[in-house]
Each structure stands twice: as structure tokens, then as C-alpha cells.
């Protein structure tokens, strides 16, 4: 079956960084578009960035400039570096393909 496992978040202080890594299985990996999602509370989930097989990458409007999806075939894993983060960034974050979803990861921007 498939699983998706996310790992990274944490707590960063406004302006730091953090990098966000799914690692996926049970796909094809190397031909499968996947993306970053976001729910913070009270809050519909939000599209953050995807990346297509042949890494064409889109980025949701609030996080253009900011944040970077990029992928690793050999390693079946997907990352978000997330540079310069607010406080409006903190939500769980999970990694998608499909219709199948990682468990999330928290993150936390706040001083």
C-alpha cells in the first residue's frame, strides 16, 4: 500500500528555516507529482508546492520566493526548505500523492 512519511517540522523562530522531507512508498515514485499541503487551525488546507515527475514545480502565492520543492528519485523522497518563515507559516504540514496523504508534520514559527 501506499505510505507517505513526513519528518522535519519543528519549532523556528521568525526568519529561520526548517527543511520538510517525505520520504514515499508504495508508487511509482519517479513519474508521480507530489505536493505540500498545509492546515493550520480554523483553516481549510491549503496547496503550499508541488513538483511533477519531471520536476516542474508550482508554489501557492503566500510562500513564492520563500519556499522550495525539489525531489530526490533515487531516495523516493520529496522535500519543502522553507527559508525566511513567519508566524502565519505555523500548521501541520503533509506531504500528498493522489489521493493518499502523510500523517503531517507540526510546524511552528514563533519567538
Known amino acids: 500500500q501506499v505510505q507517505l512519511v513526513e519528518s522535519g517540522g519543528g519549532l523556528v523562530q521568525p526568519g529561520g528555516s526548517l527543511r520538510l522531507s517525505c520520504t514515499a512508498s508504495g508508487i511509482i515514485f519517479s513519474i508521480s507529482g507530489m505536493s505540500w499541503y498545509r492546515q493550520a487551525p480554523g483553516k481549510e488546507r491549503e496547496l503550499v508546492a508541488s513538483i511533477t515527475g519531471s520536476s516542474n514545480t508550482h508554489y501557492g502565492d503566500s510562500v513564492k520566493g520563500r519556499f522550495t520543492v525539489s525531489r530526490d528519485n533515487a531516495e523516493n523522497t520529496v522535500y519543502l526548505q522553507m527559508n525566511s518563515l513567519k508566524p502565519e507559516d505555523t500548521a501541520v504540514y503533509y506531504c500528498?500523492?493522489?489521493?493518499?496523504w502523510g500523517q503531517g508534520t507540526q510546524v511552528t514559527v514563533s519567538s
Open positions: 500528498n500523492v493522489g489521493r493518499h
